[in-house]
Every structure is written in structure tokens, then in C-alpha cells.
């Protein structure tokens, strides 16, 4: 695999497909999302992502962890409490999260038009 620096050009994806498929994965951007406001409990993030299993989870904040945009810490405490937070990669992702969601909005009637069509054709 190689693991060498970006490529100059912005528009080549080779050098960033296995970035691309982490944070296009299914739970990455919602999780981002649970975290942009604020540090919060596993208990919590899990409660904002509908549908998330704890294992999933476990696995999207580690990962997420790994790469550098989420930060864990342990406060001392009894039972000790486990808190999940952005670090700055990971609020300059959820920028870009923020900036996808509004096209998203603008753009989501204008799809809807166009898979019914599409389907309708089919």
C-alpha cells in the first residue's frame, strides 16, 4: 500500500481512496456530527446515531481515534468516565461534514425529482 505523501493533484484519488472509504463509511460522518458540538460519553454519541450498534460504535470511534480526528480521555472518577471529542483534524472534517449537509439540503428535492424519474423509466 502505499503510504507516500498526497499526490500534487487534487483531482487524482489515488493517493486518498482509503481515506475517502473511512470517512464515507456508513457511521463516520454521523458520529463526527454527535461530536462537533461538544465532548461527549459513548452513551450519549450512541443515543444522537440512531440505529448504531455498541460494536459499531467501538469500532468508528477507534478507528477515528487511529487517524487522528477523535480524542479519548478518561476523567478519574469512580466508575471512570470515558469522554469522546474532535480534535482539530476532526473539526476541520466536520467542516467539510457541515458544508456536504447543506448541499445535501439545497440539492435533495432536485434528487428526489430525478430517481423518481429515473425509476419511472425503468
Not at 454519541?45 to 459499531?56: A, D, E, L, P, W
Not at 467501538?58 to 476523567?75: A, H, N, P, Q, Y
Not at 469522546?84 to 448541499?103: C, F, I, M, P
Request: charged share 25%; aromatic share 4%; hydrophobic share 35%.
Amino acid at each position: 500500500m502505499d503510504m507516500t505523501a498526497p499526490p500534487d493533484n487534487p483531482r487524482n484519488c489515488s493517493g486518498v481512496s482509503e481515506i475517502f472509504n473511512q470517512i464515507g463509511e456508513k457511521w463516520t460522518m454521523q458520529v463526527v456530527v454527535a461530536l462537533c458540538d461538544q465532548p461527549r460519553r459513548f452513551n450519549e454519541i450512541k443515543r444522537i446515531v440512531s440505529g448504531i450498534s455498541q460494536q459499531m460504535l467501538t469500532r468508528t470511534l477507534k478507528t477515528l481515534e487511529r487517524d487522528g480526528m477523535v480524542e479519548r480521555s478518561v476523567r478519574v472518577s469512580r466508575p471512570p468516565q470515558v469522554d469522546y471529542a474532535l480534535t482539530e483534524l476532526g473539526r476541520s472534517l466536520a467542516d467539510s461534514v457541515h458544508q456536504l449537509a447543506e448541499w445535501a439540503s439545497a440539492h435533495r428535492a432536485a434528487i428526489h425529482d430525478n430517481r423518481l424519474r429515473y425509476d419511472e423509466q425503468q
